[in-house]
């Protein structure tokens, strides 16, 4: 069965700091994995999709990376600002039986102003 | 485009009473899903539908039926609602193209449900 790690559970740091949240899986027959951000009391906003044949994806000031073979995703945020204050879940979809993502449980990051 | 959106935004129900949250989405996408979300246990799969007229069960399927209505709308329904049950739930939907690698999921806003 699929699990999902995010690592670290919260963070928090000074505004302006580049900063890199963690994702390990440990099923590497993976389609692909997606980065989301969760407002608090709100719904998720998908950040970035990265395909099991890609090694990155880009958005603004997001930047994630995938090494299938070893299990890993990491979010990297530059310059980091208050509004990026939130949780980010990262889930991957394997397809087969029961067909959705399946997801970490989420690092809550804090940005200090 | 609305996206996805669900109804009603916020629920109390009383242990043993039945209720349908409601889901539809305007992406024109084929396929649909029901999460819940558990402090401590991150989102899991309910149900979910990967084209119009088929639906199968998800990791957490018990006390829960769906009905894929139309291409449009996915519902879930609780049929005697347990206090086990209090939950935020997500409906999501997902274009299923030729490639797996390609499935991006997409979220609506949830529904907060409390069961006394």
């Known amino acids: 069965k699929q699990e999902v790690t995010q690592i670290p559970a919260a963070l928090s740091v000074p505004e302006g700091e580049n900063l890199v949240l963690n994702c390990s899986f440990t099923d590497s027959a993976i389609y692909n994995l997606q980065w989301f951000r969760q407002d608090p009391g709100k719904g998720l906003t998908s950040l970035l999709l990265?395909?099991?044949?890609?090694r990155e994806q880009t958005s603004g000031r997001l930047n994630a990376s995938l090494d299938k073979s070893s299990g890993r995703s990491t979010l990297y945020i530059a310059a980091s600002q208050p509004g990026d204050s939130a949780t980010y879940l990262c889930?991957?979809?394997?397809?087969?039986?029961?067909?959705?993502?399946?997801f970490g449980k989420g690092t809550h990051l804090i940005i200090q102003p | 485009n609305a996206g996805v959106t669900q109804t009603p935004k916020f629920q109390v129900l009383k242990t043993g009473q039945s209720m349908t949250l409601q889901c539809a989405q305007d992406?024109?996408?084929?396929?649909m899903y029901w999460y819940r979300q558990d402090p401590g246990m991150g989102l899991r799969l309910i149900y979910y539908s990967a084209s119009e007229g088929t639906t199968d069960k998800g990791e957490v399927p018990n006390g829960y039926n769906v009905s894929r209505l139309n291409k449009r709308e996915f519902s879930l329904r609780l049929e005697s609602a347990a206090p086990s049950q209090t939950s935020v739930y997500f409906c999501?939907?997902?274009?299923?193209?030729?490639?797996?690698?390609?499935?991006?999921?997409?979220f609506g806003p949830g529904t907060r449900l409390t069961v006394t």
């Open positions: 992406m024109n996408h084929n396929s």
């Open positions: 999501a939907s997902s274009d299923r193209g030729s490639l797996p690698q390609s499935y991006e999921q997409y």
């Open positions: 990265i395909q099991s044949s890609q």
């Open positions: 889930a991957v979809y394997s397809g087969g039986g029961a067909d959705g993502l399946t």
